[in-house]
């Protein structure tokens, strides 16, 4: 089976990644992305026979901080910075609706 990226494929990835290639770059691309492919074709030598699929190659923990709540700001320590406010709210141009 031949791994073998042609231009045309090129061309087609680049319009997916909406890119615009020039005739030389796609044959550079192409030569490239085959060798990339042909690389890969490598794992299909490898015995894996008995190795369970998975996710990560390691084993990964979550290390983020137990969302606990916390003491809030005040409604003027959070505004105290604001360009503008009306009351308790930031006030802010208009974005959305009737120009």
Do not use: C
Request: proline share 4%.
């Amino acid at each position: 089976m031949s791994n073998a990226i042609d231009i045309d494929q090129v061309r087609h990835i680049g319009v997916l990644s909406r890119i615009e290639l020039t005739d030389d770059q796609a044959r550079e691309l192409a030569g490239q992305l085959g060798a990339i492919v042909e690389y890969f074709g490598k794992l299909n030598e490898l015995d894996t026979d008995g190795v369970e699929p998975m996710a990560h190659a390691v084993e990964t923990h979550n290390v983020l901080a137990g969302d606990t709540p916390g003491e809030s700001l005040t409604p003027d320590e959070a505004l105290a910075n604001a360009a503008a406010r009306d009351g308790d709210f930031f006030k802010v141009p208009k974005v959305i609706g009737d120009s």
